[in-house]
């Protein structure tokens, strides 16, 4: 299960490798982020979690003025809503999205976020890792910055067995331009 975490970096390391070696290094940011998390999708997850804290932390290049490709970490957690004694669910998610829009304006910048990677859920009893996807919106200052501040939306949708499918992160935080 190690593993999977750090293949995604492996990954995202050696696509971008070519990038190390061009006269014009493209732009790097790092990002972190906070709000809460809702669980969604099936029925029960609801009934049984409640909402809880969304964090993450990303690390992101500039391809083009059209897309920023981003690995990222996260961490959600949920309540469990009929036993307080109990720590609730946790998920880490270990991501590799792509955000799309026209990143080379001056003033707000909205974009859509597609991406896969790894989820490890982990309840009182036991732990899983499973594949899966997210896709959402965010909006974003200028890209012009050093210090830009964004708001996310993400539906992120793990191919478990169980009933624990999807949840929605609602975040804000701060990028800031290597």
């Not at 190390?20 to 999708?41: E, H, K, R, T």
């Not at 990222?72 to 799309?100: A, M, P, Q, R, V």
């Amino acid at each position: 299960m190690k593993s999977i975490k750090y293949l995604f970096l492996y990954c995202f390391i050696f696509l971008n490798i070519n990038f190390l070696n061009a006269q014009d290094f493209p732009s790097s940011y790092i990002s972190m982020g906070l709000g809460i998390a809702v669980p969604a999708i099936e029925e029960d997850f609801p009934e049984v979690y409640t909402p809880g804290p969304s964090l993450t932390v990303a690390l992101s290049l500039k391809m083009s003025d059209n897309i920023i490709a981003k690995a990222e970490f996260g961490y959600d957690h949920f309540y469990l809503k009929e036993n307080l004694n109990i720590t609730g669910l946790d998920i880490l998610s270990y991501n590799i999205n792509l955000n799309i829009s026209k990143f080379n304006i001056k003033g707000f910048t909205p974009y859509g976020i597609i991406g896969m990677g790894a989820y490890t859920l982990s309840d009182f009893s036991s732990s899983q890792t499973n594949i899966g996807f997210n896709f959402g919106i965010g909006i974003s200052g200028s890209y012009k910055k050093k210090v830009i501040p964004y708001g996310e939306v993400q539906m992120d949708y793990n191919l478990t067995s169980g009933f624990v499918k999807g949840y929605v992160p609602f975040r804000i935080g701060i990028i800031f331009k290597l």
